[in-house]
Structures are given as C-alpha cells and as structure tokens.
C-alpha cells in the first residue's frame, strides 16, 4: 500500500516536471488509478501547452494550441474561443448571447431585452426598451430615446423630433432648415 502511494507521488511529480518543461506530451505512463482521483478531487491535467483541462466544482475549462483554443462550462455559462477569429458566450439563466468574429471587428450581443451589433469601423447598431441608435460612418446616424429622434444622412437629409409637436428637417446640410412646432404654433 505504501509503495502504491509512492509510485503516484513519483508519477505526479512527473507530469508536473512534464508540464513544467513542456514535455508533457511525452506520454508518461500514469497509473490509471492515479488519474480517476485527480479527476475526483477537481484537478488540473496538462500536456504542455498543447492542451490544459482544469476543473474546480461546477467549473470545466479547457486551453489548448498555446492558448488560441478555449472552452468554459459555469453552471449555465459556457464560453468557446479561437483567437481571433471567433468567440461565443452563452449563459440561457440571464438570457445572454454574445458572439464575436475576427474580434474586435464584429460583435453581436443580446442581454434580456437589449441587443448591441457592430461591424468595425464602418456599422454600429444598439436597442434596448429605452434608447435605440444606428451608426453607418461618414454619412448615417439615427439616435431615439423616449420621444425625441435624430435622424441624419449627412450632408443630405437630418430631422429632429421632440414628441408629436416638434419637427426640424435640414436639406442639404444648413442651406435649407424648416421648424414646425405644434405647441407654440410655429412654422419657419
């Protein structure tokens, strides 16, 4: 029984001098005994850099090819990455969804009832209950909150309204502006 309990010492000893020096994809021969109750207690197992699997109560993750590659599993969280190119995040419980390609230039995002969607650097589109916008650099933009709006197609069109009362359009640029405003009687 004690020479058991010294040849896994020894075999842990090695493949934590194996992940130490990356050798750890040299295979050393581990009892199988001995890796069952790494993976019951919660461990961590490595062969080098190559590939890495921790895990810590409910919590898997997973690294692999220097890190580029990545999954985590939380509950009801779950994450996948493969550096740069995509990533996905996902928790069902709080209504979460994100996805990213070629990081950071498009991103899609969903939380409850708000979403957010950019294509850098060009496209940026955000709505929730209480504020929306659209970004199309150099020539669009479109804010709303509440009851007031900005739309412009720059140098074109732009028109601002406040409620059901307050308009004002702009026509190629500052050359033509008309105000119309219901609560004073305004018309210019």
């Not at 010492?9 to 750890?24: D, K, N, Y």
């Not at 090819?65 to 985590?72: I, R």
Request: proline fraction near 5%; include cysteine; glycine fraction near 6%.
């Amino acid at each position: 029984m004690q020479s058991l309990a010294r040849r896994s010492a020894l075999h842990i000893l090695l493949v934590c001098l194996g992940l130490f020096t990356g050798a750890g994809s040299l295979h050393w021969p581990l009892p199988t005994a001995v890796a069952a109750e790494v993976q019951e207690e919660g461990s961590r197992f490595c062969q080098g850099f190559l590939y890495c699997k921790e895990t810590k109560g409910d919590t898997t993750a997973t690294q692999a090819f220097l890190y580029l590659y990545s999954t985590e599993e939380r509950g009801t969280y779950s994450r996948l990455t493969v550096i740069p190119f995509y990533s996905r995040e996902m928790d069902p419980a709080k209504h979460y969804f994100r996805r990213s390609v070629l990081w950071p230039l498009g991103i899609s995002e969903q939380k409850g009832d708000a979403s957010y969607f950019q294509i850098l650097p060009l496209y940026w589109h955000a709505d929730n209950p209480t504020r929306q916008y659209t970004v199309i650099i150099p020539v669009y933009f479109d804010y709303a909150k509440e009851d007031r709006r900005y739309t412009h197609l720059i140098p074109l069109y732009g028109h601002h309204r406040h409620g059901d009362y307050y308009h004002r359009y702009f026509v190629l640029g500052p050359l033509a502006i008309a105000t119309y405003d219901k609560q004073i009687d305004l018309k210019e």
